[in-house]
Nanobody, 126 residues
Framework: QVQLVESGGGLVQAGGSLRLSCAASGRTFSTYAMGWFRQAPGKEREFVATISWPTSRTQYADSVKGRFTISRDNAKNTVYLQMNSLNPEDTALYYC???????????????????WGQGTQVTVSS
């Protein structure tokens, strides 16, 4: 069983930055693909970014490409999402997810992730 705990959300003005963190329990964190997803009120959960296993390849949603950066620190069992140039459309509950299947394939579907955190709220004011 893996537990994921997100932190770092908050209220920020448009153009500002936030860094989200996701701390994972478990000894096999380094073998998990990790992803960030978000869900705004009345909308479906959507893919934001992922970092793969074992090569840490990354992929981003078009809406955040060039503004967001996903990274991981396996020694700290933590994955990060650096978010720059935030705009009100980025307002959502952000979730961290882990995929335990050992595959180097990039996965953007939330259905293929096994473990989820409770989410951290990001609100961007105009």
């Amino acid at each position: 069983q893996v537990q994921l705990v997100e932190s770092g959300g908050g209220l920020v003005q448009a153009g500002g930055s936030l860094r989200l963190s996701c701390a994972a329990s478990g000894r096999t964190f380094s073998t998990y693909a990790m992803g960030w997803f978000r869900q705004a009120p009345g909308k479906e959960r959507e893919f934001v970014a992922t970092i793969s296993w074992p090569t840490s390849r990354t992929q981003y949603a078009d809406s955040v490409k060039g503004r967001f950066t996903i990274s991981r620190d396996n020694a700290k069992n933590t994955v990060y999402l650096q978010m720059n140039s935030l705009n009100p459309e980025d307002t959502a509950l952000y979730y961290c997810a882990a995929r335990s299947v050992r595959s180097a394939r990039i996965v953007i579907s939330p259905a293929e992730y096994d473990y989820w955190g409770q989410g951290t709220q990001v609100t961007v004011s105009s």
